[in-house]
């Protein structure tokens, strides 16, 4: 059975300070799905970024990085410099090539506070 | 924004009562999900459609149903409303029905069940 766990449930940093969300994953298929959503203190989910198990290659774009590493189930993303308008619950997920259907399992969600 | 609307935004209602709560997809988009969060359970699959025809089943309780219409817009129905319902549930949807599909989301309908 698919799983998502995002062990850290609250974090707290200081505008300017990097901070990296965890996601570990489990799974029995070979071709999976990683996604990372958003959802701000308005409460709509904000897609952020779709990754495919066979591409293990590293992605930024601007402030944001996501590091996945197939041999560790890990699919982590950090957020250089934070601002203010960073302070989100943030959503790892998954989705098995082998399911009927696109369905998605959340992990938990990490909220993130960013202040001044 | 997603290009996923969903209505009403905002809804209370009582226990026992039914509610109907709308989406209509992104442009050229076929399937239609919807997901419910709780602060209990997270944010649980329900259902998928694709182009009208049910594709996938999660933890749908029977007293909910769902469906999609011919314009690919999609409905979903709550029934005998316990205070347990009281929870935002999404809409999404995704150009097809295959996994590794890209799922947008609306910004939800939140329902508060007193």
């Known amino acids: 059975a698919q799983k998502v766990t995002q062990a850290q449930t609250e974090i707290s940093v200081v505008e300017k300070e990097d901070v990296t969300l965890d996601c570990v994953y489990e799974?029995?298929?070979?071709?999976?799905?990683l996604f990372w959503y958003k959802q701000p203190p308005s409460g709509e989910l904000v897609f952020l970024i779709r990754?495919?198990?066979?591409?293990?290659q590293n992605e930024i774009s601007g402030r944001y990085s996501w590091n996945f590493q197939k041999s560790t189930s890990s699919f982590n993303f950090t957020i250089t410099a934070s601002q203010v308008v960073d302070s989100a619950v943030y959503f790892c997920?998954?989705?098995?090539?082998?399911?009927?259907?696109?369905?998605?399992?959340f992990g938990g969600g990490t909220r993130l506070m960013v202040k001044p | 924004d997603s290009g996923v609307t969903q209505t009403p935004k905002h809804l209370i209602t009582a226990t026992g009562q039914r509610v109907t709560l709308r989406c209509s997809p992104r442009?050229?988009?076929?399937?239609v999900y919807w997901y419910q969060q709780s602060l209990d359970q997270g944010l649980q699959f329900l259902i998928q459609?694709?182009?009208?025809?049910?594709?996938a089943k999660g933890n749908i309780l029977e007293r909910f149903s769902a469906q999609q219409f011919p314009d690919l817009h999609s409905e979903l129905n709550l029934s005998s409303l316990e205070l347990g319902d009281s929870a935002l549930y999404f809409c999404?949807?995704?150009?097809?029905?295959?996994?590794?599909?890209?799922?947008?989301f609306g910004e939800g309908s939140w329902l508060t069940v007193v």
């Open positions: 799974t029995r298929d070979t071709t999976y799905y």
């Open positions: 990754r495919n198990s066979f591409d293990e």
């Open positions: 999404a949807s995704s150009r097809t029905q295959s996994s590794g599909n890209t799922i947008y």
């Open positions: 442009s050229g988009d076929l399937s």
């Open positions: 459609y694709y182009n009208g025809e049910e594709r």
């Open positions: 997920a998954l989705s098995e090539a082998g399911n009927a259907g696109n369905m998605l399992t």
